[in-house]
């Protein structure tokens, strides 16, 4: 349970350099505010001034939009990722960083091919497939077979292999909308697993209905897992409208026959990078405030939405930061990681290759939800001194920005460091649209609205200033409850 | 400008058997609406039962429904549109219409082929393309060239050939959001005339930006026309997404190079049908009240919008008013219209092949416009008598639509009827977002609401049970002013 806090009076322009709150208690929140003047922090006064100067500038919009056209998909290992690489080199370059580096990333590459799929009967009909990353192909001709059609992965569970053996498994789950987008969640399985649930029981091939909230003819690809022991089928999405289509041909009467032709095929091995770019800390540079995007995207989108937009974000704060308030205190490290969207791979490999430095790290985050606007700061912060930046709490506050809770994992490629005792914080952002676009052909520029993206650039240059120009320290992060 | 009618009561179901009007004058409007009580006729009582029942029913629902998982895309002259042409005359039957025949149609079948397209320089892209219906191909290898980026067709006439020879010619215009779909008449000649237009001056080919209000990736096809006398040059049209991008790579610095490959072919003459059903009148069989839609649809959607939509709300109101009120007075006569998107040329065939008896028909009108709500109805009736039908217009007018002009041409395949003196009307339709899918993959089931297109159905029934029901006779259409 969040409280608005909408009497907030940020006195920056007025002179006044206090916050005043006119708070609510929060019931069932551990967060307490009560009514307060909440002095000034010189770190907020400076981050304030980023903040200012981010609210004119279209910087993140953009670099976006230097990224989608000047090189568009870059599927992890493909060569569009590897002029992602030398993109992000020269962005940063251009951009003025003190200190840019990559780090190697080995990586698979996967090629996406042709992808058909025809119903033969009860009525002949094409419908838009599109293979599942990291699927095998279809038999070259394809592969024909009757469908039987699940309600979810657990309902696929519950069936009899006798019946599934030799047929085609079609996962028609669908997906709510919300802005949190916690259905993705329930839905991903279907993806992720369902080859190896569906050949567990004799299944030829699965196709699911797109783990999306549109409703179009875009399918949605994104990573599926085989395992070792289990034979490995073809996986393919169809799109929610195909689903709608092929869901009504289900009668008592007629027995459902598909043709699909998949020609995805593994690419081999290929060196990917996580692409670096620092201001190097004036007063404490051995302490490191680490902001973060993916560079990879899928292939059938200019990855726009994901990540473009995170890539944006984090490389416009920081250089609006150096811009305004100039070397920061602390070092402000932009990691455009690789190889999200196949399983974090540069994430691991980062984590990996400074494990050694990581205590070095005050806090990590990283975007990669989108441009919607954001409307809550989650932390992973020492109990202790969580409450201590109250200041910059209320600053988010004036933004209409509320403080949650005190657990996340801080975005995909950075989950993992908690458990490293690095501290970290999730910006959440507005996905009520995200899953409508979330890997298809249509994540691209036009899906981000200006004002929306330059609300995240001052929100993250107003916290990443702040943290690296204070002396606050969450460090360390405390473990999963 | 058309005055709002919110206070009228129906008392039909109050036992009430008149209106009462609370009118405006009207002052730029020909239409002179007072404060009046308009008594009902028979025809109204018995239109209005039929209106009752289609508020309860979902047959045209149910009918699009049938048709795009049954039959799907319905290019004219293609193998679904045979299809199509057999589940029409199967549905006339299923419904009951007591008299069911097939008109030949000759029409050049087009079959769409391979599309791509490349961005060579300043950035390695790909583009969403599609070939413009009726487009020649590129060579098999495709052809690359420097492309011309314009604002309109009128900009690219203003070009010199010396410019423009050995090009792409690119056609870069925007469309607008309206309810009445206004501006495709404005950017449609892009793709109707922009070959013949950039042929003259020696381009290689032609792209336009999609004719479409939305933002994404779908490509909207369309017929386009060549001129005997000047060169055949490929036409397609990408994405308004690809062309964003496109026009991204526009700078001073920069010159586009662009490689397309349509391998689009005609295929030949084939036959297809105008699919026509009757309840045959009563009283007068030999007056007849035509109302219709098109049976074809392009070719990469399942053309729910376009036109299943009409497709079920005519079929529907016929069957509800044979249903309620039993055989109708005069003649109900629904005609499914073949090869609408390539010329009108089901239309065409129909008043050649009918032109001894179009004095019979009592008004003619066609749904072809999506399923988004009637807000107005307009007619092409006879002066003398357009006021006649006080009764239906206030019926119409408790439903929320006005009267709207006396000039309408009634719909595209009824459009060559005034001028033989048959009057039309045209129930106009809610087409905000009608346009962000015409054309594209994305015409859909999933794009129609249920109440949407029960109001059609219901807006119809009343319209066309009243004519069927009544004396009133607006022959003959008054003639272009």
Redesign the interface.
Known sequence: MKQPFRQVMLGLFAGIASITLIACSAQQNEISNSRVDVPFSPALMSALKAKQASEQSDLAYDIV?SL??????RIPGSSGDK?AVAWAQAKFEELGFDKIYSQPVRVRNWERGFADAQVVA?????L?ITALGGSVATPEEGLEAKVLMFDSIDALAQANAADVTDNIVFLNTRMSRDRAGRFYGVVVSNRVNGAVEAAKLGAKAVIIRSVGTD????AHTGIMRYDDDVEKIPAGAIS??DA??LE??FTKESEVVLNINMQAKDAGWQTSYNVIGEFTGSDKPDEVVLISAHLDSWDE??GALDDGAGVGIVMAAAKLIKETIGQPKRTIRVILYAAEEVGLVGAYQYVRANKDDLGNIIFAAESDFGAGQIYQMDTRFADAVRNDPSDLYAALLDMGIELGNNTTNGGPDVSMLPSHGVPVLALKQDGTYYFDYHH???D????IELDDIRQNQSVWALVTAYMAMSDFDPRPAPPAS
Do not use: C
Not at 215 to 218: G, I, Q
């Open positions: 939009k989608t056209v000047e090189v568009g998909p002029r009860p009525f002949e009909q094409r838009v409703n179009s003819r875009f929610t409208a709608d289509i009504a041909m989108g200019t298809t052909a249509n691209t520029l036009d899906k």
